[in-house]
């Protein structure tokens, strides 16, 4: 049941995924689940040329942004008596000054990752670096929210110019 069309993909062409219960997934389907899993977004334009942009990030991005930040570490990381990336988690961490620094690394990079598909998803155009207001808490299990400010050019609304008549000398 759920977003899984019936066994044989229903007739239809294109892409198609297998879900968790090995029925097949349509791009429409795979295209709704991602809509759900993604960033919620609303932007507000502000006095002085500027967009405040209020971002929510799914908790299951943030988590998986700190994964992907653990294992780049892991790899970078040289611990003694092992190759890169196969010691223990524990140890990696200990070594990384503990869980709270990669945690932290992570919820930077899922900061940065749902800012530029904020931009995306709005259609702002920034003229120069954003100012996140403070550094979002991040909790597990809850959503990622934070605002951002960014300085977009000015909106000129040109009067009516067709109207305007001159004479020649």
């Given at each position: 049941?759920?977003?899984?069309?019936?066994?044989?993909?229903?007739?239809?062409?294109?892409?198609?995924?297998?879900?968790?219960?090995?029925?097949?997934?349509?791009?429409?389907?795979?295209?709704?689940?991602?809509?759900?899993?993604?960033?919620?977004?609303?932007?507000?334009?502000?006095?002085?040329?500027?967009?405040?942009?209020?971002?929510?990030?799914?908790?299951?991005?943030?988590?998986?942004?700190?994964?992907?930040?653990?294992?780049?570490?892991?790899?970078?990381?040289?611990?003694?008596?092992?190759?890169?990336?196969?010691?223990?988690?524990?140890?990696?961490?200990?070594?990384?000054?503990?869980?709270?620094?990669?945690?932290?690394?992570?919820?930077?990079?899922?900061?940065?990752?749902?800012?530029?598909?904020?931009?995306?998803e709005t259609d702002t155009?920034?003229?120069?670096?954003?100012d996140i207001s403070e550094?979002?808490?991040?909790?597990?299990?809850?959503?990622?929210?934070?605002?951002?400010?960014?300085?977009?050019?000015?909106?000129?609304?040109?009067?009516?110019?067709?109207?305007?008549?001159?004479?020649r000398p």
């Open positions: 049941t759920g977003p899984c069309p019936p066994p044989g993909g229903g007739g239809r062409v294109g892409p198609v995924l297998l879900c968790y219960n090995h029925q097949e997934l349509t791009s429409d389907a795979v295209e709704q689940a991602t809509r759900e899993n993604s960033v919620k977004v609303t932007a507000e334009r502000v006095p002085e040329s500027k967009v405040l942009l209020r971002i929510e990030v799914p908790p299951e991005q943030v988590e998986q942004a700190i994964e992907k930040t653990f294992r780049d570490l892991s790899r970078r990381g040289k611990i003694p008596g092992f190759r890169p990336g196969k010691a223990p988690r524990s140890l990696i961490e200990k070594y990384l000054g503990g869980m709270e620094s990669v945690q932290r690394e992570g919820v930077d990079r899922a900061i940065d990752d749902s800012f530029r598909e904020a931009l995306r155009r920034p003229i120069g670096d954003p550094r979002p808490e991040f909790h597990p299990g809850e959503p990622l929210v934070y605002e951002a400010t960014v300085p977009v050019g000015p909106r000129v609304e040109l009067a009516d110019y067709a109207s305007v008549r001159l004479q």
